[in-house]
T-cell receptor, first 113, second 116 residues
Framework: QQQVKQSPQSLIVQKGGISIINCAYE??????FPWYQQFPGKGPALLIA?????SEKKEGRFTISFNKSAKQFSLHIMDSQPGDSATYFC????????????FGTGTQLKVEL | DAGVIQSPRHEVTEMGQEVTLRCKPI?????LFWYRQTMMRGLELLIY????????DSGMPEDRFSAKMPNASFSTLKIQPSEPRDSAVYFC??????????????FGPGTRLTVL
């Protein structure tokens, strides 16, 4: 019940296109859903996060869409750029208690010219 | 702030040897996490501390793994004896509960461990 399932495992998008990564969770107690971005040789870094009281959050070219009833959330990267090429992890947690995160398995995104 | 600091960045050792990984969290953070990342298993939480006290070590794979946090600015993850299947990148992360960006975990650069 603690799992977060992420798809696809890898994704190739043309420059300027839209990248979409999907995640699904089982534990209805989760109330915080961040996305982390990881470049090769670096640690993951928070990209954007959402709480279940809203269905969408947008920060620049990055948007999280959240469907509470379906227990799904997704990351959309608009106008994808080669610099967006990285591994993306979705995660979920219960706020408080130090925010113990349960991570998805990651998506390797490559944005081609 | 310099961020989360981990050392060494790379460690190559032989099977059976003791390995100690070190972490300095961001000053003022009250939670510290140790993760392991492999291609097969992704990011796994091994253990986390709150105010230097271990809260959940259910992710520690075996008794060969141990972690300590003797003070608010230092933690170690020890593997003794090490085995080839322990080869992975180990990350340390810290957070301030209820901080300005709620519970954001800040990761260090990781230690790449290779056990021959």
């Amino acid at each position: 019940q603690q799992q977060v399932k992420q798809s696809p495992q890898s994704l190739i998008v043309q420059k300027g296109g839209i990248s979409i990564i999907n995640c699904a969770y089982e534990n209805t107690a989760f109330d915080y859903f961040p996305w982390y971005q990881q470049f090769p040789g670096k640690g993951p870094a928070l990209l954007i996060a959402i709480r279940p009281d809203v269905s969408e959050k947008k920060e620049g070219r990055f948007t999280i869409s959240f469907n509470k009833s379906a227990k799904q959330f997704s990351l959309h990267i608009m106008d994808s750029q080669p610099g967006d090429s990285a591994t993306y992890f979705c995660a979920a947690s219960i706020v408080g208690g130090g925010n113990k995160l349960t991570f998805g398995t990651g998506t390797q995104l490559k944005v081609e010219l | 702030d310099a961020g989360v600091i981990q050392s060494p960045r790379h460690e190559v050792t032989e099977m059976g040897q003791e390995v100690t990984l070190r972490c300095k969290p961001i000053s003022g953070h009250d939670y510290l996490f140790w993760y392991r990342q492999t291609m097969m298993r992704g990011l796994e939480l091994l253990i986390y501390f709150n105010n230097n006290v271990p809260i959940d070590d259910s992710g520690m794979p075996e008794d060969r793994f141990s972690a300590k946090m003797p003070n608010a600015s230092f933690s170690t993850l020890k593997i003794q004896p090490s085995e080839p299947r322990d080869s992975a990148v180990y990350f340390c992360a810290s957070t301030l509960a209820g901080g300005p960006v709620t519970d954001t975990q800040y990761f260090g650069p990781g230690t790449r461990l290779t056990v021959l």
